[in-house]
């Protein structure tokens, strides 16, 4: 005897109205590379052709992928496809369906000898007072360049994490919001991505905050309209 499986609600749904619909969750507690996959799938109106992982460092969202992905890295010892400035990228207008975007989560990785964020995750870069111990000023040119290097109808998927740092609370995804707002991308989905802890600074005996254990997955697309 078959065992009986329980669809979920908006499987049926789905399966009515659109039998090769196949909505995301909000919240997405698996892998990166999964998601990925997943939004590859279903934002871009065609199959993309052409992906550029703007900092694709070591390549780990692209472990055991089937795609050509063109990964590009400021920093050459991965030997990326391309080592460039995101800010300044060696590609012709419209080039690309999709871009990826991962920024530095961690301005400053302090004294927590027990998360080495430089290896991980490449952390090649140290926030400055200047610019209030934060990256935001590094997206204004980023997503100019995004804009400029995608088709017309391309994606944009950036993955981004608000955190503490000197006092203070820095708004990471809405800063990138902006940004891309600025350089002409329609904001069109934004999905939790939680992770199993939460990022501790070892200087934290009482913190008035809570300790976040998520980021997000940004979706924008170059047009007036999402849908």
Known sequence: MMPVVQAKPWQVESDRANPAYAPLPSIWDGEDAE?????????????PKRILDATVNGGRFWKGTKRKIIGLDIDGFHRPSVVADNTRMPFADGRFDVVVYDPPHIPNQGKDNRKDFNT????????????GYSFSHLYPAFVAEAHRVLRAEGILLCKIADYI???????????????????????????????????????????????????????????????
Not at 120 to 131: A, D, N, P, Q
Not at 192 to 200: A, N
């Open 120 to 131: 991980r995750f490449g952390l090649v870069l140290k926030s400055s007072k200047e610019h």
């Open 35 to 47: 998601l990925i996959e997943r939004m590859l799938a279903f934002y871009p109106r065609k199959r």
């Open 165 to 227: 740092h000197d006092h203070q609370y820095q708004w990471a995804h809405v800063d990138f919001v902006l940004a891309a707002r600025q350089a002409g991308f329609t904001a069109c989905d934004c999905i939790v991505k939680t992770r199993k802890g939460p990022i501790i600074d070892p200087k934290w005996k009482v913190a008035h905050h809570s300790r976040r254990q998520h980021c997000y997955w940004l979706v924008f697309r170059k047009s007036a309209m999402c849908e």
